[in-house]
């Protein structure tokens, strides 16, 4: 492999967009070696790179980085060598070449930004696999022109959170500008309404698009170029396209035929103020701008043609005032543009070439191709895809706000949230999602999508890389003694996972163990069971309760090991773990969906379709190994699912980790 090509792998690519400290020159000639050397470690074949392995481990005795005392390139190459290699990664985390091992896991885990990297590389990777057109979607919909460079922009407004709706729009942007043309992608956040807006929603978006593995070519914002949108809407009032209207929000909407109130118009008719003269609408926009009390009450339409078919096409409304301060541009303006005035201009001037949207804007292509002609911007095409639409989901960004507002969720970030922070903490992998979307491709075809497929999606992906554990959910444990147990407890290395190579964990064998309490009372005397990854064994014993509010509660049972009988002829198998350990308090959560109804219409009051029930904890005890686990780590409980950590095993306090859906029937699937 060429050096060329070493610096293309993803893992590394992305590493190496991280500043790191100045080196010497002696270091820095170092860190070349080491980049000829991380060419060695680049095979799949385990004996061709095993000798590159030793001489990497023992270079790593008493040092903890390749180079100097401070990260340097020379261990972003090396690390992205072995990290991208699936053979040397796995053999790593056997634990064979102690130095190597603790090296290799202490540049990540000192280094929280690399994991981010990783997940940036493999989710962009992914995106180009899985839009394939073998494997779903087609991604030759006709885009005029392509031949002259394409732009594509996501302009998202900074007053909440990225849901999953908006994480389509920003793939599909991001496939047509850096996979399908090799184009820019623009990142514009549409900040025009002070009202919403703020400094941490954007925050945010930023962090969860790099999360995604998108990587715009350009940021910017709309308040970049309010001079120019104040320039335009000037020069449509003293060309006639447009004037000033002191029409109430409901007379406007009786005008245009829409409904106000209770009240439908059957026929549009021209506002009141729709013959306002050049120079009185210039006038109350110097009002406008200056924020007085009569300027607030005014806004300025666009004079297109109030009884047109089209309802965007009906004078809609330019400018607005609103004196409170702006996040960015704090009181220099107090008048703001609406996006439907602001999009096509900046699209214009920054350059886009195809406006990709949601089939929501069909009817305001029309008026957005009026304003381009109208103000003789040079031209951008429209293209219209299908919004990503879940059961059971609320994606309007007003109702999610009141769900946080009202505390009916813990944040943006809570587990039942459709966000892309909220989906993630519910075990979604980033991986998963880009698959999940981009197989659907940019059909304009409007499909309710059912989170069965979305999780059945994630179970493909986190199934190789969730190792196996056990926990014993409480109430009522049932105590055990097993006869023909060593007499002294016996811990044995097992693997972590059947099928894959996740290393291994501590199983402890004793006479002392405990069991689920709905397992103990389905048993019948001398019947024969399995105790998984242990063997088969006889019920000798059955204690039940003496309280006679509880008389069928079982408080204890005598089993009797016979690993000679055959685990393929019980009928029941249950876990176990013995007390002869260091047991970990943990908490089992499952969520379901926020709403009850499949299909929410535009009239749906929240209180009327919200789940009065969407949360389960359960108290459990969980093996010694669970104490290991950290935040974000995904893994499975024996026939208890899959569980993303929430919060690991610290200070005493109980662990706490989120059940991942997986398919039908699932809660929140």
Not at 150 to 157: A, D, N, S, W, Y
Not at 168 to 188: C, D, S, V, W
Request: with cysteine.
């Amino acid at each position: 492999m060429a050096d060329q090509k070493l610096e293309e792998q993803p893992i590394i690519k992305s590493l190496l967009e991280h500043d790191l400290p100045d080196l010497t020159q002696q270091q820095k000639d170092l860190e070349q070696e080491w980049k000829t050397r991380a060419l060695k470690l680049t095979s799949l074949n385990l004996k061709a790179i095993e000798p590159n392995l030793a001489e990497l481990d023992a270079h790593l005795t008493l040092r903890s980085y390749v180079v100097g005392y401070t990260l340097s390139r020379a261990d972003l190459w090396v690390w992205g060598a072995l990290r991208s290699n699936r053979v040397a990664t796995s053999y790593i985390k056997q634990g064979l070449m102690v130095n190597l091992t603790r090296w290799f896991t202490f540049i990540e885990e000192s280094n929280p930004w690399i994991t981010d990297a990783v997940l940036s590389a493999s989710a962009a990777k992914l995106a180009v696999k899985d839009t394939k057109e073998d494997e779903g979607a087609s991604y030759d919909i006709g885009l005029q022109d392509t031949e002259k460079g394409v732009v594509t922009r996501f302009p998202p407004e900074p007053s909440g959170y990225l849901h999953v709706g908006h994480a389509k729009a920003a793939l599909l942007n991001n496939y047509f500008a850096h996979e399908k043309y090799q184009g820019t992608m623009i990142l514009r956040f549409d900040d025009t309404n002070p009202s919403k807006e703020k400094q941490e929603f954007q925050d945010s978006i930023v962090e969860d698009l790099k999360l995604l593995g998108i990587k715009p070519d350009k940021t910017s914002h709309t308040s970049d170029f309010f001079q120019e949108l104040h320039d335009y809407c000037i020069q449509m009032i003293k060309e006639g396209k447009a004037f000033a209207d002191d029409s109430t929000k409901d007379e406007m909407a009786y005008d245009r035929g829409e409904r106000a109130g209770t009240t439908v118009r059957a026929t549009p008719i021209a506002s009141k103020r729709r013959d306002y003269g050049v120079e009185e609408s210039l006038a109350i926009f110097e009002q406008m701008k200056a924020g007085t009390e009569e300027g607030t009450r005014w806004s300025i339409r666009a004079r297109m043609a109030y009884d047109h078919t089209n309802g965007t096409m009906r004078d809609p409304v330019i400018y607005r005032c609103n004196p409170q301060p702006h996040h960015r541009t704090k009181d220099t303006w107090k008048v703001y543009p609406t996006y439907d005035f602001a999009c096509p201009i900046v699209d214009s001037l920054e350059g886009v070439t195809h406006a990709l949207r949601t089939t929501e804007y069909n009817e305001r292509d029309e008026q957005y191709q009026w304003f381009i002609e109208a103000l003789k911007l040079r031209k951008v095409y429209n293209w219209n895809f299908s919004r990503l639409n879940m059961v059971k989901t609320l994606l309007s960004k007003r109702k999610l706000t009141k769900l946080v507002d009202e505390g009916v969720v813990t944040g943006w970030d809570d587990a039942r949230m459709p966000t892309v922070r909220g989906i993630r903490r519910h075990g979604m992998t980033v991986p998963a999602l880009h698959e999940f979307i981009l197989k659907q491709g940019p059909s304009k075809n409007v499909v309710l999508q059912d989170w069965s497929a979305f999780w059945a999606t994630n179970k493909k992906h986190i199934d190789p890389i969730s190792a196996r554990y056990t926990a014993i959910a409480n109430p009522d444990i049932v105590p055990v003694t097993v006869i023909g147990a060593r007499d002294a407890p016996v811990t044995e290395d097992k693997e972590k996972h059947a099928k894959y190579s996740l290393g291994t964990k501590k199983v402890v064998f004793s006479k002392s163990i405990i069991l689920e309490q709905a397992d103990a009372a389905s048993f019948t005397q001398d019947e024969e069971i399995t105790l998984m990854n242990w063997g088969n064994a006889i019920v000798r014993k059955i204690s039940h309760s003496i309280n006679p509010l509880h008389l069928n509660r079982i408080t204890g049972l005598e089993l009797e090991l016979h690993l000679q009988g055959d685990v393929k002829k019980t009928k029941k198998k249950v876990t176990w773990l013995s007390k002869d350990q260091e047991l970990v308090p943990v908490e089992l959560v499952v969520y379901d969906h926020l709403v009850t109804k499949d299909k929410l219409g535009p009239d749906d009051e929240l209180k009327d379709i919200l789940n009065p029930k969407t949360e389960e904890r359960v108290g459990a005890l969980a093996d010694c190994n669970v104490a290991e686990l950290k935040e974000d780590d995904v893994m499975q409980f024996d026939r208890k699912g899959f569980y993303r950590v929430d919060r690991p095993f610290l200070h005493g306090k109980p662990a706490v980790f989120i059940y991942i859906p997986t398919g039908k029937g699932d809660k929140g699937a």
